[in-house]
């Protein structure tokens, strides 16, 4: 099985600060990799699929990047709503893994 | 607007069975690949299992091989998860979810797309 290793586990950041979350493949996966955001007491959510293409409706301030092994999430600047907790998602193949998650507080 | 509603959860005893439900409104789930992914308390998500349109083609993780089988009724707008065999481990929150597919330069990008609000199973005795 593939593993998804995400850091860091938590963070606190200021609004408006640039955040970065990496996720890391335990080997290659092209670009089959997808980003979720699921807020508190709420579903996953689809933030970014191919590793860097952005979801219709999600703000332009998440962008993703990387293939092969390694790979980003970043926010260009923090907003109260980016509380929540990030996902990155292997679906290279079987079984589908996700990392385990990255929660992003306001400082 | 599409919908997906579970039901189904509830407390069983560890060796128990449940049987989750997912029915689809608003949008032809028959069209879609269908999958359960669930969340233990305070935890990661976790992908269970994935299903065909047709029924015919199914995968899911090794933790449940053998104990739960994910099946559908299109007929009835319907999916399933048969849980058998139940572990305290398997305590979660079971999402269902849409699937779908995105063929870009040729290769099949998969996302999880319409979610349920999910229903709580725990097993304990």
């Known amino acids: 099985d593939i593993q998804m290793t995400q850091s860091p586990s938590s963070l606190s950041a200021s609004i408006g600060d640039r955040v970065t979350i990496t996720c890391r493949a335990s080997?290659?996966?092209?670009?089959?990799l997808a980003w979720y955001q699921q807020k508190p007491g709420g579903v996953p959510n689809l933030l970014i699929y191919a590793a860097s293409t952005l979801q219709s409706g999600v703000p332009s301030r998440f962008s993703g990047s990387g293939s092969g092994t390694d790979f980003t999430l970043t926010i260009s600047s923090l907003q109260p709503e980016d509380v929540a907790t990030y996902y990155c998602?292997?679906?290279?193949?079987?079984?589908?893994?996700f990392g385990q998650g990255t929660k992003v507080e306001i400082k | 607007e599409g919908q997906l509603v579970e039901s189904g959860g509830g407390l069983v005893q560890p060796g128990g069975s449940l049987r989750l439900s997912c029915v689809a409104s608003?949008?032809?789930?028959?069209?879609?690949?269908m999958s359960w992914v669930r969340q233990a308390p305070g935890k990661g998500l976790e992908w269970v299992a994935n299903?065909?349109?047709?029924?015919?083609?199914?995968y899911d993780v090794d933790s449940v091989k053998g104990r739960f089988t994910i099946s559908r009724d299109n007929a009835k707008n319907s999916l399933y998860l048969q849980m058998n065999s139940l572990r305290a481990e398997d305590t979660a929150v079971y999402y269902c979810?849409?699937?779908?597919?995105?063929?870009?330069?040729?290769?099949?990008?998969?996302?999880?797309?319409?979610w349920g609000r999910g229903t709580l199973v725990t097993v304990s005795s």
């Open positions: 299903i065909r349109q047709d029924g015919n083609e199914k």
């Open positions: 608003g949008f032809t789930s028959s069209n879609y690949w």
């Open positions: 080997q290659g996966i092209f670009d089959y």
């Open positions: 979810a849409s699937l779908k597919k995105r063929v870009m330069f040729g290769r099949d990008h998969w996302n999880f797309d319409l």
């Open positions: 998602q292997n679906y290279d193949s079987d079984p589908w893994t």
